[in-house]
């Protein structure tokens, strides 16, 4: 299970940007070292390393299992908010960058474009990963390797008369979501409708999967609209990480379904205590411990995520009769 050293490594990688750069503000960046620029890019291509060659690995020792898979796209749907908040922290939100808002909702068009792809394989039974996902790594390789030698200050001349680079890539993501992900995730849909294999008939089955991510994008874009602090504006990374925990539970519900060719549940348990905060937030009951909110939800969040995961992972390990971390056989007691 190399995917797993990712994580762990992504975690560093954002402690050290959060530590640095808190508020998204690119100005703190300009000011970092050179050696401490190159450590924190290293630390994320070292965390894209172990997803690349986790499928290889596991076919050349002939590993493959569900649990595998799970490992590899559950990480995947959790390190959707490192990529998309780390790489837009080179641009910042300054005059050259976006702003927390902006960055909010293409977070999101990654996020619904990693879930379309799991909602196509519950209704198909087939997993199509369209090639966006590829470039974006190395898309965000080069951006990292080139901001760590020469600095954010590459990033701010436009490259194409009054387009900045952060146009770029907003064009990028949002163009990659439109006419890649979101036509191949129709058009495989539709193929299997015609030959009659779809999993799921009524439109409620079919429909089921986004359910709690829709949820989830209306009730955190609310809690961000009727926030007394301007929740977003001060704490963007913090509040990113709570959407992505929540997003990526979600998604390994959904995998455990497509997996196990079992009903997907209509409602995460995990929209419950979010919408919780947001009604005591929107209440007025506590309006100066919106901040300790936020922290308590994301850590209630994160620690339930892993417990999932870790008890999902037991069960799975006991299922098939073999070891998480190891190629070799469970012995008989």
């Not at 797993?4 to 100005?27: A, I, K």
């Not at 493959?64 to 796209?73: A, C, I, K, M, Q």
């Not at 790594?137 to 901001?147: E, G, K, L, P």
Request: proline fraction near 5%; aromatic fraction near 14%; glycine fraction near 4%.
């Amino acid at each position: 299970r190399v995917e797993v050293v990712g994580v762990p490594v992504c975690w560093l990688h954002t402690l050290c940007q959060l530590q640095t750069d808190p508020l998204l503000c690119v100005e703190v960046s300009t000011k970092l070292p050179i050696l401490e620029r190159v450590q924190q890019k290293l630390l994320f291509l070292l965390a894209l390393f172990p997803d690349g060659v986790d499928g290889k690995q596991a076919r050349r020792t002939n590993s493959s299992t569900p649990l595998g898979e799970l490992f590899d796209h559950g990480l995947d749907s959790w390190a959707c908010v490192y990529f998309v908040v780390t790489v837009y922290s080179t641009f910042g939100r300054g005059s050259t960058g976006v702003s927390v808002f902006v960055l909010y909702l293409l977070l999101w068009v990654v996020l619904f474009s990693f879930i379309l792809s799991h909602w196509e394989k519950y209704n198909t039974g087939i997993l199509f990963l369209p090639w966006g996902y590829d470039i974006s790594q190395v898309t965000i390789s080069i951006v990292y390797i080139v901001t760590a030698i020469v600095g954010v200050e590459a990033w701010y001349a436009p490259f194409l008369f009054n387009f900045l680079y952060r146009d770029l890539f907003t064009t990028m993501i949002i163009a990659c979501a439109l006419t890649v992900t979101l036509p191949m995730s129709l058009y495989n849909f539709y193929k299997a409708y015609k030959n009659n294999t779809l999993k799921h008939r009524s439109v409620y089955e079919i429909m089921l999967p986004l359910v709690s991510p829709v949820l989830l994008f209306a009730l955190c874009t609310t809690w961000i609209f009727v926030s007394p602090m301007d929740i977003l504006e001060v704490h963007p990374r913090l509040f990113y990480f709570m959407v992505g925990t929540a997003f990526a539970n979600i998604s390994c519900q959904l995998i455990v379904c497509q997996m196990s060719s079992t009903r997907c549940q209509p409602l995460n348990w995990m929209l419950l205590p979010i919408a919780l905060v947001l009604f005591v937030v929107v209440s007025g009951f506590a309006p100066s411990s919106e901040t300790l909110l936020l922290y308590l939800l994301t850590t209630f969040l994160t620690l339930a995520h892993i417990h999932y995961g870790v008890v999902v992972v037991s069960q799975l390990s006991r299922h098939f009769n073999i070891r998480p971390f190891s190629l070799k056989k469970p012995t008989p007691d």
